[in-house]
C-alpha cells in the first residue's frame, strides 16, 4: 500500500516543502526563513502565471508578514503560532476584511469584504499567510472552472484540460507549488473533484465542523470550506485550526470526533477496519474504464494489505419502491436529482441579495429602480447561475414546491439515513472521486446536464453532511491524469477518516 500511495505522490509537480513540518524544521533549524518561504512561492506564482489559477496576488502583504513573523521568532521562537511558515491561498468566495472577493462573479466586481470570514480569522490568529485569491466557477457553480469572469483555469499537467470545479484554481495553486495548501468551499465536491483531478488531497469536513460565517453562501445547508494539500496531516492541523463553534454561523458546532487532536497516523489495524463500496458505482457504465482500472487495483491493494472491502447495496431497505426503479443502482440515481433541486432553491435565495443596491455592480443603463435590479443581475450573473436561479425559483414556486423541493428534501433524508446505516457496520465508504479524469476544455460546456451528472460521487457527501476526502490514487493508464479515490465516513468522523489515510 505505501509503495503504491509513494507512487501517487508523483503525480504532482514535486513541491519544494512538502508539508507543514518540512516548512517549520527549515524555519527552525534557520536554513530558510519565512520571507525566503513567501518569495519560493511568489516565483512560483510567476512561473505559472499562464494557468490562470490566481486572480489575485497579495505579495508586498504577504512579504511583510513574514518579515514581521521572522522578527518575532527570533525575538522569541515561542511567540509564533501553530502555522508559522503556513502560505495559503484563498479562493475567491471567502472574505478576507480589506481584501477584494467577488465569487468570481460581475456582480460582486469591486466588492472587498468588511470582515474576515470566522475560518480565515482564526488562521491568521495562529500566523498563517494568504498568499493570493484563487480563481473558480462563478458562485462556486460548476465542475470545471470555465464558469469564470476571469476565464477558466488551466491544468498543469495538460493545458487542454480543466482543473476540474469549482475550486480549480485552489487546486492548481497546490499542485502548481505556489502556496503549501489551499482554501476552498464544497457545496457538491468543489474541493475533492478538483484535487482529484489534479493529483492532491482535498477534504470537505463534516458539515458544520466549520464556520460558514464569511464563506459566499451558495447552498447553505450544504457549503463547507474545504482544505486542497499535499497530505492529510496538514489538512488535519488546518482543519483544527478552523473548527468549532462560531457565534456567527448558528449550524457551526464543530464537535469533533473522539480521536482528536491528531495530525498524524494512528495506527489502524487493517483487520480492525471494514471498508464498504457499491458495486453499482464500479461496475457503472458512466465509469470511465481507465478509472475502474485504478479503482479496483487500489481495491486490491487494499485488501492484499490485509482490509476488508466488501460490497454493499445503496437503498432505501430491500423492499422499498426505489430498488425497482431506475437503472438499478438504487438511491445513486436520486442523488444528482435531489441535489440540483435543493441547491439551486437554496442558491435562488442565497443569490437575491445581489440585487445592485447593496453590492458590487449596477448597471449603468438603468433608469429607474426596477431597472437597476433587472439590469444588474442580468448583466452581472453569468448563464449558468442565472439558470440555477431560475430553476431554484421554478421548483420553490407554490405550484411545483411538493413536487420538487419536498420530494428532493425526502430523498435526502433517506440517502442519510442509508448512509448512516452503512456506518453501522463499516468504518469508511471508498468510490472513484469523479467518473473520469479531468476533461478536455468544451467536452461538457454545452451541455449542463452532463456536467452535472459530472458531480454523482460527490454530492452524495453533501446531501449527507458527511466527511469526505479525495485523494490520489493512480494514474490513467491511457492519458497519464490523475485519478482521485474518493472516502467518506460518518458523520463527526473526519479525524477518524484522516489519520487512517494518513497511515496507508
Ligand atoms: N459542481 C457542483 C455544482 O456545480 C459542486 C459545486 C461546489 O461544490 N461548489 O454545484
Not at 334 to 345: E, K
Request: proline share 5%; aromatic share 10%; glycine share 8%.
Amino acid at each position: 500500500m505505501t509503495a503504491f500511495c509513494r507512487q501517487a505522490k508523483y503525480l504532482c509537480l514535486m513541491p519544494k516543502y512538502a508539508s507543514l513540518s518540512d516548512v517549520q524544521s527549515a524555519l527552525r533549524s534557520g536554513s530558510t526563513t519565512c520571507r525566503a518561504v513567501v518569495e519560493h512561492y511568489l516565483s512560483r506564482i510567476e512561473h505559472t502565471r499562464r494557468l490562470n489559477a490566481y486572480v489575485e496576488i497579495w505579495a508586498e502583504e504577504a512579504l511583510d508578514k513574514a518579515d514581521q513573523l521572522d522578527a518575532r521568532y527570533r525575538e522569541n521562537p515561542g511567540s509564533v503560532g501553530a502555522l508559522f511558515g503556513a502560505v495559503l491561498s484563498l479562493k475567491d468566495n471567502i472574505c478576507y476584511a480589506g481584501h477584494v472577493v467577488t465569487a468570481a462573479s460581475k456582480i460582486l466586481e469591486g466588492f472587498t469584504s468588511l470582515y474576515s470570514a470566522t475560518a480565515v480569522e482564526r488562521l491568521l490568529a495562529e500566523d498563517a499567510i494568504f498568499i493570493g485569491r484563487t480563481n473558480c466557477d462563478q458562485f462556486g457553480m460548476g465542475s470545471s472552472n470555465e464558469n469564470s469572469v476571469y476565464g477558466p483555469v488551466l491544468h498543469a499537467l495538460d493545458p487542454e484540460r480543466v482543473p476540474g470545479g469549482s475550486s480549480g484554481g485552489a487546486a492548481v495553486s497546490v499542485q502548481t507549488d505556489t502556496c503549501l495548501a489551499a482554501l476552498g468551499s464544497d457545496t457538491g465536491g468543489s474541493v475533492r473533484q478538483p484535487a482529484a483531478f489534479c493529483g492532491i488531497w482535498g477534504l470537505k469536513p463534516t458539515y458544520g465542523r466549520i464556520s460558514r460565517h464569511g464563506l459566499i453562501a451558495y447552498g447553505s445547508s450544504f457549503d463547507q470550506i474545504g482544505v486542497l494539500a499535499h497530505n492529510p496531516q496538514d489538512i488535519t492541523t488546518l482543519l483544527h485550526v478552523m473548527q468549532g463553534p462560531d457565534d456567527f454561523d448558528s449550524t457551526a458546532d464543530g464537535a469533533p470526533s473522539p480521536i482528536r487532536g491528531t495530525s498524524s497516523a494512528v495506527s489502524h489495524p487493517p483487520s480492525a477496519v471494514k471498508i464498504a463500496y457499491f458495486p453499482e458505482v464500479i461496475d457503472s457504465e458512466g465509469l470511465e474504464p481507465g478509472v475502474r482500472v485504478v479503482t479496483r487495483h487500489f481495491m486490491d491493494q487494499l485488501r492484499a494489505g490485509g482490509y476488508s472491502v466488501e460490497p454493499v447495496a445503496f437503498n432505501s431497505g430491500p423492499s422499498s419502491d426505489e430498488n425497482r426503479q431506475g437503472t438499478g443502482a438504487g438511491l445513486l440515481d436520486y442523488v444528482i436529482p435531489a441535489y440540483y433541486v435543493l441547491t439551486t432553491a437554496e442558491a435562488s435565495s442565497n443569490l437575491a441579495r445581489y440585487d445592485g443596491i447593496r453590492y458590487g455592480y449596477r448597471s449603468a443603463k438603468a433608469r429607474n429602480l426596477e431597472e437597476a435590479y433587472l439590469l444588474s443581475r442580468t448583466e452581472g450573473f453569468s448563464e449558468e447561475v442565472k439558470r440555477r436561479i431560475l430553476l431554484g425559483t421554478f421548483v420553490l414556486s407554490s405550484g411545483y414546491y411538493d413536487a420538487y423541493y419536498n420530494k428532493a428534501q425526502q430523498v435526502r433524508a433517506m440517502i442519510r439515513q442509508s448512509l448512516l446505516a452503512i456506518f453501522q457496520e463499516y468504518d469508511f465508504i471508498l468510490m472513484p472521486a469523479a467518473p473520469t479524469v479531468a476533461w478536455r476544455f468544451g467536452e461538457h460546456s454545452d451541455d449542463p446536464v452532463a456536467m452535472y451528472l459530472s458531480d454523482i460521487y460527490t454530492v452524495l457527501a453533501n446531501l449527507a453532511g458527511i466527511p469526505a476526502l479525495a485523494m490520489p490514487a493512480g494514474i490513467h493508464p491511457e492519458n497519464g491524469m490523475p485519478v482521485g479515490i474518493q472516502w467518506m465516513a460518518a458523520p463527526r468522523e473526519d479525524d477518524k477518516l484522516l489519520s487512517f489515510v494518513a497511515g496507508l
